[in-house]
């Protein structure tokens, strides 16, 4: 699983600059400027550690890719070359640890990644043994399973360039261009 994740990221920062940056195509053919900042990754010992303060065995995908970064920041939008945040912030162990302390989240899950405005990806630790698609979305106020695991999540958020792809499926000809209609 190592080399899936590591292919995903290692095509992603083959296209940002050396100040971290590029250009992407948004939806409806707007281009934006968007910043990617990833963090040293997490030794054995130290992923070995949390896994022992939570009681819970992570992943190996979602370990691989705290090996490789224990942390990041995936297509941060760009106004003028001022980062005003927003994209993929995949949270690095401390950050989890924190976030588990507080009651906003059910017991059975593990935040790794805050995006859009209050809404969380989510392991599942009930799942993580027996189910592969183990990823959930929490949104203002419901859960979703996703049916992905997160290196599958993290290749098509690269892919998708920051887009809510988990959304797509929903979007047909008539609803698409009915729910943005304001946009043009």
């Given at each position: 699983m190592a080399v899936f994740i590591e292919k995903t990221l290692n095509g992603l920062k083959e296209l940002i600059d050396d100040k971290g940056r590029l250009k992407i195509l948004r939806s409806r053919g707007n281009l934006a400027e968007v910043e990617c900042t990833f963090s040293k990754g997490a030794t054995d010992q130290e992923i070995a550690l949390f896994e022992k303060k939570i009681n819970v065995s992570l992943p190996n995908d979602y370990k691989a890719f705290l090996k490789l970064h224990n942390g990041a920041r995936i297509f941060e939008s760009l106004i003028n070359g001022e980062n005003v945040g927003g994209g993929l912030h995949i949270l690095n162990l401390e950050e989890i640890e924190r976030y588990m302390q507080n009651d906003f989240l059910e017991p059975q899950f593990i935040p790794i990644a805050h995006l859009l405005d209050g809404c969380y990806l989510l392991i599942d630790k009930t799942?993580?043994?027996?189910?592969?698609?183990?990823?959930?979305?929490?949104?203002?106020?419901?859960?979703?399973?996703?049916?992905?695991?997160?290196?599958?999540?993290?290749?098509?958020?690269?892919?998708?360039?920051?887009?809510?792809?988990?959304?797509?499926?929903?979007?047909?000809?008539?609803?698409y261009y009915r729910t943005h209609r304001s946009e043009d």
């Open positions: 799942k993580i043994s027996t189910d592969p698609n183990y990823l959930w979305f929490h949104g203002l106020i419901e859960y979703e399973p996703m049916q992905l695991n997160f290196e599958i999540f993290l290749d098509r958020y690269i892919l998708s360039q920051g887009s809510n792809f988990w959304d797509w499926g929903i979007y047909t000809a008539e609803n």
